[in-house]
């Protein structure tokens, strides 16, 4: 039997975990389920800890609370509150407890071997303080993988007692090992592996589509040019959104915007106000589940050729090639939080995305609506020709006048002309077949 098909086994039980926390380990969950084989016995685990919902909301929308948080994110003060947090979500891990054995107690079969992916840390550290405890009771073999859903090397992401923590960069493996040898934790395997982007995703494009998206990225085409604007679980960008929409409309009758929201409370305003603008499709639902398989589909059944997003996980869709279905053009609102200036980071130190020097005099020719010679151009993109995404300037306007100067000075069309798969796929960082990577090696540990 191959490592793979290790999984298929009838007494073996893949667990994917989920908490009410944002969207994107939500996100990193559906792209490892697309991935596994065929014939695997899997079962989602939710938690229902709404501490850790609220905690996310709170920090995500408050400034005040941000900048705290953003302070516990570094040097001593990230020690001593990842010290008091990890004894805080493993003193409340009664109910994970509770969850997994009658997860056992459901099968038909007992299963003997139990791989439970987490991919929230909260969730992660809870699982870990009962993982003995479950396999006493059962006799069951646990096997708890940790995949880190940013390039952050925040401490909490450290979680003793998992069997293998997986990380999208040698970078963050480095710093986790130090903190836990120096705060001399339990020793846990950590692996680089590239981040897991959706397989279905990576499918090639008909050459009929490819040809498409070339021509929604050049200049003078008259096609209709689909935007995909996913908003945060959080809601965090609204305001930036309902004024990107009408100031990019006001440059450009054929811009197509695929707005995907979940519909709670604090979303309602802005979701009846983008519905009365022109050629936007709403795509919403009340369950966080049902809005990330929409995302999925809108790429599945449209040739996407720009996404305004946060640079949350979602700036690992930069390992896409420009020729994949999931291969947009990235275009980063401002980040939030230290995990998206880390993630820019891992895109900057790959190529994905120019430096901060280049981004700057970039912004400074659409702001002075100055041409962009082609001597300049040609040079920039044939140097850059791994380059993915674009980080917009701060404030819709400048975003808006940036995206199209963009357009009509051939910079999207220049870009992807000059893309290089080789170049984009060199380092194995940046490689897309991550999920793939991710089940080989759960396999050879099961």
């Known amino acids: 039997m191959s490592p793979k098909h290790i999984l298929t086994d009838p007494c073996t039980l893949v667990v994917f975990t989920y908490a009410p926390a944002g969207l994107g380990h939500l ?46 994110q570094r040097g001593r003060p990230q020690k001593i509150f990842t010290f008091f947090y ?45 993982k003995k405890e479950i396999e006493k009771k059962t006799g069951a073999k646990i096997i708890l ?4 859903t940013d390039d952050t090397p925040q401490y909490i992401w450290y979680v003793p007692g998992a069997d293998v923590i997986f990380v999208p960069s040698r970078r963050t493996m480095l710093e986790l090992k130090e903190y836990a040898l120096k705060s001399n934790l339990e020793k846990v395997k950590i692996e680089v592996l590239p981040y897991p982007v959706n397989p ?3 499918k090639k494009l008909s050459s009929k589509d490819y040809d498409k998206r070339i021509r929604q990225v050049s200049e003078g085409t008259g096609e209709v040019i689909d935007f995909c604007m996913p908003v945060p679980g959080a809601a ?29 409370p604090f979303t309602r ?20 589940r049902e809005i990330v398989d929409v995302y999925d589909k809108i790429y599945e059944e449209n040739v996407i050729s720009f996404e305004v997003t946060k640079p949350s996980e979602q700036a690992f869709k930069a390992l896409y090639d420009f020729d994949m279905r999931g291969g947009s053009v990235l275009l980063f609102s ?24 280049i981004t700057q005099r970039l912004w400074s020719y659409a702001d002075d609506g100055k041409s962009m010679s082609g001597v300049m151009k040609k040079s920039l993109m044939t140097e850059c020709n791994a380059l993915r995404c674009f980080q917009l300037p701060f404030g819709s306007q400048r975003a808006a006048n940036f995206i199209w100067w963009c357009l009509k000075n051939r910079v999207f069309e220049c870009m992807i002309s000059n893309y290089s798969n080789a170049a984009a796929n060199s380092d194995f960082e940046t490689r897309s077949n991550g999920v793939e990577q991710f089940w080989s090696k759960v396999s050879l540990l099961v």
């Open 145 to 148: 993988v940790v995949q880190v």
């Open 269 to 288: 305003r802005f979701l009846e106000e983008v519905r009365t603008f022109p050629n936007v499709q709403l795509h919403t639902s009340k369950h966080d």
């Open 236 to 264: 965090v960008g609204m305001d930036f959104l309902h004024h990107l929409i009408p100031q990019l409309q006001s440059k450009y009758s054929r811009f197509r915007f695929h707005i995907v929201c979940k519909e709670v």
């Open 200 to 202: 279905l995703l990576s």
């Open 334 to 357: 401002n980040p939030v939080g230290r995990q998206e200036r880390d993630n820019l980071d891992f895109l900057r130190r790959h190529g994905l995305i120019f430096d901060q020097k």
């Open 27 to 72: 996100r990193v969950t559906n792209s490892l389920s697309a991935g596994l084989p065929k014939g695997v016995k899997t079962v989602l685990l939710g938690s229902s800890d709404k501490g850790i919902e609220a905690i996310h909301k709170f920090i995500s929308i408050h400034v005040v609370t941000r900048r705290l948080m953003e302070w516990f």
């Open 86 to 130: 990890r004894k805080y979500l493993r003193s409340y891990s009664d109910e994970m407890k509770r969850k997994i054995e009658e997860i056992f107690e459901q099968q038909v079969d007992i299963p003997k071997k139990v791989v439970i992916v987490a991919t929230h840390f909260g969730l992660a550290h809870k699982i870990a303080k009962v």
